[in-house]
């Protein structure tokens, strides 16, 4: 592989505190060597990747994506998945356990690295299992889990309704150091809910499910967390209340963070319009306090990620009564576009907006990945912050194509995608020469 | 979207009734007028008046429900309509393959109307938002989202005995959270005008929110029914009782049940409404039921025209009489 | 041709060509709505001794899927059973058949008649059914937009229509 510099772009490296016009210097192993100097010892012949006009970040970080591998291949594949989130940029995916079978065995889990691995296009990182079989009732083999490479664990979905158990399991990770990605709410609150209990489900007449079943959860995990001292994080919160709550959390000094997905940070439960089934999610989406309460938590730091929460669908999936369909938006392809709307709204810069896509998710997972320092993997996003464009289910890459964000207009593209120094997505607008 | 835009077509005509919310109340009222002029009929020998003769109406009923759906049958009979009856096997679980599949295969039999009564809210909005244009929809009732028909025929009930809805005091009490027939009675009482609608409950039995949809919450029966003309009864289905929702029928009889000394608290002349079947003892007491101020058993009657003044107006053309020619100077005399 | 006088020498053509089926013994039916205003007076000239049956065809009118429902709909009145009975079916205007067409369909979901012999005040070309009327008070051929309607209840007026350019 030839070496390779990317010249003329906004590189905007928040884990390094660069943004401005800088050139990045990629050595023929994949690794960055070197910003703006030129190395003495870096190759004549190389490759230039021409990149006046664009904005050039670290690949992007999915803090939650489903690839639908293994066991429910019928909604999507890795293959399809993995492609589609280069090109959205997105070079690095934490998947949750919540496959089938689930990923409580170090066989599931390694299966599931060395099959994105041969891909050879984004990275996938999973997510162990907190209790077998996300029964809520026996530990996992936590270290061998780890060792197998699970970057956490979590039971996803699956509420641990026996307090005793998730205190045990908190200590168990404790133990090792290692971090419990938490989907707190409480089961008997949630009960049949499918929207958000509030004006739309009541008019609707909607089963709803309460913000306090949010709240109650997370009470209960802060109180665990602070019993055991284990690292966790909040996955997807719904709510300003708990979003408060873990601020203060965060301020009495617990080890914890959260991350808010980027449909949350944008829809309300007045989007469900009538019976919208591309508007049903878990959590739900709510009231509009409590998005301004989400945009908060990202503006101020409390919430250091935002993610797809990516679950890509058959058509089936959604052609049902709402509270029958289920639940699930495909993301990837909107977290980068759902989160520069953000900085066009004021609501964060930049330079923040793409940390929160790349140091905020690599500092939660614990991974060496999400910057651009000299010695970090070439894993590369380039955007065009001004190209315009619509979401639309015939260009859309993800084999899922439910999402409530069709015919929405964009402002922000992909143009070229690398990993490990290599270009897996040419969206054509940047050609690369070569230079003797 | 919104309702509007599903459920009138450009020219503003009635294609589908899936819930009362968003219409406008010319629409409304004209299913009032509608109907009337189809009660005149149920006292004549040939009830008859083939509008929709020719056309095929299916009753779709995912909920078995022998009172609804005989009125609708008897009211498509009535418009010469031929009619079939099903009852699909409902399970949640195979979600909505059957229920599109279903009407598809449907469809292809040529069918105009479906009436269609679905566990699920959104049921109804689902299929109108599947079928060919020829094809139209009639919510029998949707999970816990909306009845309008019975909404339209309570309001009939109310037009025959008050008149004007603007200087009318209507009550709501009972079982709100799961009533789809309070929510479209509530959008039919604002859209008409109705002076004031309370809604009459324990907390547990309202909606969150519930005075957004214009109404005035209320946990006292007494105190809600001071001076109320039109009193509506709803339902309360046991299960509550096991659901955490009331303690038991005693208390909830006790508090609020309908009985001749919370009655007296309204109107002398008020009326009391129920859209059946009732729990004698639970919702309402036998001597309120049988009483002089229940029109509970006209109720039926209207029931048949509602449902003919809706597929009518469903199915039929402009709403508007033909452009009328404008009138020339008199002409002398012609060959 | 003044308005008033149009329609007084049209009734009287009308109740002497009717006077042959009256020892038949006939049931006078008028359609709304200018044809039970005609029904009325002819009722009154031949002093026919059985009440007079009105009918409003709304709900048996061809055009429902294309216009609609007519919003004012007055309902069928037919005090006399009309089984075995002559009738004699009244309107005021006999364009393209049509409305008799629904009439009929009408009088024989009542019941079935011995005959319908039909009366209309004005006659004019655009058939577009094999109806015909037995007796006419008058014959009119008018252009493709113009109509003639008749004007009351109480001030009976023809007046010819055009149709707005």
Same mark, same amino acid.
């Given at each position: 592989?030839?070496?390779?510099?990317?010249?003329?772009?906004?590189?905007?490296?928040?884990?390094?505190?660069?943004?401005?016009?800088?050139?990045?210097?990629?050595?023929?192993?994949?690794?960055?060597?070197?910003?703006?100097?030129?190395?003495?010892?870096?190759?004549?012949?190389?490759?230039?990747?021409?990149?006046?006009?664009?904005?050039?970040?670290?690949?992007?970080?999915?803090?939650?994506? $489903?690839? $639908?591998?293994?066991?429910?291949?019928?909604?999507?594949?890795?293959?399809?998945?993995?492609?589609?989130?280069?090109?959205?940029?997105?070079?690095?995916?934490?998947?949750?356990?919540?496959?089938?079978?689930?990923?409580?065995?170090?066989?599931?889990?390694?299966?599931?690295?060395?099959?994105?691995?041969?891909?050879?296009?984004?990275?996938?990182?999973?997510?162990?299992?907190?209790?077998?079989?996300?029964?809520?009732?026996?530990?996992?083999?936590?270290?061998?889990?780890?060792?197998?490479?699970?970057?956490?664990?979590?039971?996803?979905?699956?509420?641990?309704?026996?307090?005793?158990?998730? %205190?045990?399991?908190?200590? =168990?990770?404790?133990?090792?150091?290692?971090?419990?990605?938490?989907?707190?709410?409480?089961? =008997?609150?949630?009960?049949?809910?499918?929207?958000?209990?509030?004006?739309?489900?009541?008019?609707?007449?909607?089963?709803?499910?309460?913000?306090?079943?949010?709240?109650?959860?997370?009470?209960?995990?802060?109180?665990?967390?602070?019993?055991?001292?284990?690292?966790?994080?909040?996955?997807?919160?719904?709510?300003?209340?708990?979003?408060?709550?873990?601020?203060?959390?965060?301020?009495?000094?617990?080890?914890?963070?959260?991350?808010?997905?980027?449909?949350?940070?944008?829809?309300?439960?007045?989007?469900?319009?009538?019976?919208?089934?591309?508007?049903?999610?878990?959590?739900?989406?709510?009231?509009?306090?409590?998005?301004?309460?989400? $945009?908060?938590?990202?503006?101020?730091?409390?919430?250091?990620?935002?993610?797809?929460?990516?679950?890509?669908?058959?058509?089936?999936?959604?052609?049902?009564?709402?509270?029958?369909?289920?639940?699930?938006?495909?993301?990837?392809?909107?977290?980068?576009?759902?989160?520069?709307?953000?900085?066009?709204?004021?609501?964060?810069?930049?330079?923040?907006?793409?940390?929160?896509?790349?140091?905020?998710?690599?500092?939660?997972?614990?991974?060496?990945?999400?910057?651009?320092?000299?010695?970090?993997?070439?894993? @590369?996003?380039?955007?065009?912050?001004?190209?315009?464009?619509?979401?639309?289910?015939?260009?859309?890459?993800?084999?899922?194509?439910?999402?409530?964000?069709?015919?929405?207009?964009?402002?922000?593209?992909?143009?070229?995608?690398? @990993?490990?120094?290599?270009?897996?997505?040419?969206?054509?607008?940047?050609?690369?020469?070569?230079?003797? | 979207?919104?309702?509007?835009?599903?459920?009138?077509?450009?020219?503003?005509?009635?294609?589908?009734?899936?819930?009362?919310?968003?219409?406008?109340?010319?629409?409304?009222?004209?299913?009032?007028?509608?109907?009337?002029?189809?009660?005149?009929?149920?006292?004549?020998?040939?009830?008859?008046?083939?509008?929709?003769?020719?056309?095929?109406?299916?009753?779709?009923?995912?909920?078995?429900?022998?009172?609804?759906?005989?009125?609708?049958?008897?009211?498509?009979?009535?418009?010469?309509?031929?009619?079939?009856?099903?009852?699909?096997?409902?399970?949640?679980?195979?979600?909505?393959?059957?229920?599109?599949?279903?009407i598809h295969n449907l469809e292809a039999m040529h069918t105009d109307l479906f009436v269609?009564?679905?566990?699920?809210?959104?049921?109804?909005?689902?299929?109108?938002?599947?079928?060919?244009?020829?094809?139209?929809?009639?919510?029998?009732?949707?999970?816990?989202?909306?009845?309008?028909?019975?909404?339209?025929?309570?309001?009939?009930?109310?037009?025959?005995?008050?008149?004007?809805?603007?200087?009318?005091?209507?009550?709501?009490?009972?079982?709100?959270?799961?009533?789809?027939?309070? %929510?479209?009675?509530?959008?039919?009482?604002?859209?008409?005008?109705?002076?004031?609608?309370?809604?009459?409950?324990?907390?547990?039995?309202?909606?969150?929110?519930?005075? %957004?949809?214009?109404?005035?919450?209320?946990?006292?029966?007494?105190?809600?029914?001071?001076?109320?003309?039109?009193?509506?009864?709803?339902?309360?289905?046991?299960?509550?009782?096991?659901?955490?929702?009331?303690?038991?029928?005693?208390?909830?009889?006790?508090? =609020?049940?309908?009985?001749?000394?919370?009655?007296?608290?309204?109107?002398?002349?008020?009326?009391?409404?129920?859209?059946?079947?009732?729990?004698?003892?639970?919702?309402?007491?036998?001597?309120?039921?049988?009483?002089?101020?229940?029109?509970?058993?006209?109720?039926?009657?209207?029931?048949?025209?509602?449902?003919?003044? @809706?597929?009518?107006?469903?199915?039929?053309?402009?709403?508007?009489?033909?452009?009328?020619?404008?009138?020339?100077?008199?002409?002398?005399?012609?060959? | 041709?003044?308005?008033?006088?149009a329609v007084e020498p049209l009734l009287a053509r009308l109740a002497g060509g009717l006077?042959? =089926?009256?020892?038949?013994?006939?049931?006078?039916?008028?359609?709304?709505?200018?044809?039970?205003?005609?029904?009325?007076?002819?009722? $009154?000239?031949?002093?026919?001794?059985?009440?007079?049956?009105?009918?409003?065809?709304?709900?048996?009118?061809?055009?429902?899927?294309?216009?609609?429902?007519?919003?004012?709909?007055?309902?069928?009145?037919?005090?006399?059973?009309?089984?075995?009975?002559?009738?004699?079916?009244?309107?005021?205007?006999?364009?393209?058949?049509?409305?008799?067409?629904?009439?009929?369909?009408?009088?024989?979901?009542?019941?079935?008649?011995?005959?319908?012999?039909?009366?209309?005040?004005?006659?004019?070309?655009?058939?577009?059914?094999?109806?015909?009327?037995?007796?006419?008070?008058?014959?009119?051929?008018?252009?493709?937009?113009?109509?003639?309607?008749?004007?009351?209840?109480?001030?009976?007026?023809?007046?010819?229509?055009?149709?707005?350019?």
């Amino acid at each position: 592989m030839n070496a390779l510099v990317i010249r003329g772009g906004r590189l905007v490296d928040p884990a390094n505190g660069r943004d401005g016009l800088h050139d990045l210097y990629i050595d023929g192993q994949g690794f960055v060597v070197a910003v703006d100097e030129r190395p003495a010892d870096f190759p004549a012949e190389h490759q230039v990747v021409e990149a006046a006009g664009l904005v050039v970040c670290p690949g992007l970080v999915d803090l939650r994506a $489903r690839v $639908r591998e293994p066991g429910l291949e019928y909604k999507a594949t890795m293959e399809s998945e993995v492609r589609a989130a280069v090109a959205a940029g997105i070079t690095t995916l934490c998947c949750p356990p919540d496959t089938q079978p689930p990923i409580d065995t170090p066989a599931v889990a390694q299966m599931v690295q060395s099959r994105a691995w041969r891909y050879g296009l984004a990275f996938i990182h999973p997510l162990g299992a907190l209790t077998r079989g996300l029964q809520g009732e026996q530990l996992t083999d936590m270290a061998a889990l780890d060792e197998a490479g699970c970057v956490g664990f979590s039971n996803a979905l699956a509420p641990v309704t026996d307090t005793l158990v998730m %205190r045990r399991a908190m200590e =168990y990770a404790a133990s090792f150091g290692l971090t419990v990605f938490l989907h707190s709410e409480d089961p =008997y609150l949630h009960g049949r809910g499918t929207a958000h209990e509030g004006e739309v489900s009541t008019r609707l007449g909607l089963p709803g499910i309460p913000a306090a079943a949010e709240t109650v959860g997370v009470a209960r995990d802060l109180a665990l967390i602070e019993q055991t001292g284990v690292r966790a994080h909040f996955c997807q919160l719904s709510s300003a209340r708990a979003v408060a709550m873990v601020a203060e959390a965060r301020r009495q000094g617990l080890p914890v963070s959260m991350d808010v997905t980027a449909h949350h940070l944008h829809l309300t439960e007045h989007d469900i319009g009538f019976f919208d089934s591309q508007c049903h999610v878990l959590p739900p989406l709510r009231a509009l306090a409590d998005r301004e309460g989400l $945009r908060r938590a990202v503006a101020d730091g409390t919430a250091a990620a935002v993610c797809s929460d990516h679950q890509p669908h058959e058509p089936d999936a959604k052609l049902a009564p709402f509270s029958l369909s289920e639940p699930g938006i495909s993301g990837l392809e909107t977290l980068l576009p759902l989160t520069l709307r953000l900085v066009d709204e004021g609501v964060v810069d930049l330079p923040a907006a793409i940390a929160l896509l790349t140091r905020g998710p690599a500092e939660i997972l614990g991974l060496e990945c999400g910057h651009l320092g000299p010695g970090a993997t070439a894993d @590369v996003c380039l955007f065009d912050p001004e190209a315009e464009w619509v979401l639309q289910a015939e260009t859309m890459r993800s084999r899922g194509h439910n999402t409530p964000f069709l015919g929405w207009r964009f402002r922000g593209r992909v143009v070229k995608t690398l @990993v490990g120094g290599r270009v897996v997505f040419d969206a054509g607008a940047a050609p690369a020469t070569d230079r003797a | 979207m919104t309702a509007p835009d599903l459920q009138l077509d450009a020219d503003g005509r009635l294609k589908h009734l899936l819930t009362i919310e968003g219409l406008p109340r010319e629409l409304l009222v004209q299913i009032l007028d509608t109907a009337a002029s189809f009660i005149t009929l149920a006292e004549k020998e040939i009830k008859k008046a083939p509008l929709l003769r020719g056309k095929t109406v299916v009753n779709l009923f995912f909920e078995t429900s022998t009172r609804t759906r005989t009125t609708f049958e008897i009211a498509a009979k009535r418009l010469a309509a031929d009619v079939i009856n099903l009852n699909p096997q409902h399970a949640s679980t195979r979600k909505g393959e059957t229920l599109l599949d279903t009407i598809h295969n449907l469809e292809a039999m040529h069918t105009d109307l479906f009436v269609v009564r679905h566990p699920n809210s959104g049921a109804a909005f689902l299929i109108a938002g599947h079928v060919p244009p020829h094809v139209h929809i009639i919510n029998a009732g949707d999970g816990r989202h909306a009845h309008p028909t019975q909404a339209m025929l309570d309001m009939f009930t109310i037009r025959a005995h008050k008149g004007d809805f603007g200087a009318l005091r209507v009550a709501i009490v009972g079982d709100l959270l799961h009533s789809r027939v309070a %929510r479209s009675q509530i959008h039919a009482l604002t859209t008409l005008g109705a002076g004031e609608v309370r809604v009459i409950a324990p907390k547990t039995l309202l909606p969150v929110g519930v005075e %957004r949809l214009g109404v005035h919450p209320y946990h006292d029966m007494r105190a809600g029914l001071e001076d109320v003309d039109v009193i509506i009864m709803l339902r309360l289905q046991r299960e509550r009782m096991h659901g955490a929702f009331i303690p038991s029928a005693q208390e909830f009889f006790n508090l =609020y049940g309908l009985t001749p000394d919370k009655l007296a608290r309204a109107k002398p002349d008020a009326i009391v409404m129920h859209p059946g079947p009732m729990n004698r003892g639970l919702e309402i007491d036998s001597a309120v039921a049988d009483g002089p101020q229940s029109v509970i058993l006209p109720q039926v009657t209207y029931g048949i025209a509602v449902r003919m003044a @809706v597929m009518a107006l469903v199915m039929g053309g402009s709403p508007l009489p033909p452009r009328r020619p404008r009138r020339a100077a008199l002409k002398e005399g012609g060959a | 041709m003044t308005p008033t006088e149009a329609v007084e020498p049209l009734l009287a053509r009308l109740a002497g060509g009717l006077q042959p =089926y009256l020892e038949r013994r006939p049931i006078m039916v008028g359609i709304h709505t200018g044809g039970v205003w005609v029904a009325e007076r002819l009722h $009154r000239r031949l002093a026919l001794p059985e009440p007079l049956g009105t009918l409003d065809i709304s709900f048996y009118r061809d055009d429902f899927t294309r216009a609609g429902l007519n919003p004012e709909v007055r309902g069928s009145q037919l005090p006399v059973p009309v089984a075995d009975r002559h009738i004699l079916l009244v309107d005021d205007v006999l364009h393209t058949g049509r409305t008799i067409r629904a009439a009929l369909n009408e009088i024989f979901d009542y019941g079935r008649p011995a005959s319908v012999v039909l009366a209309v005040l004005v006659e004019r070309d655009g058939r577009e059914l094999p109806i015909q009327a037995d007796v006419v008070g008058r014959h009119m051929d008018l252009g493709p937009h113009q109509h003639v309607k008749l004007l009351g209840p109480e001030d009976l007026r023809l007046a010819i229509l055009e149709d707005a350019v």
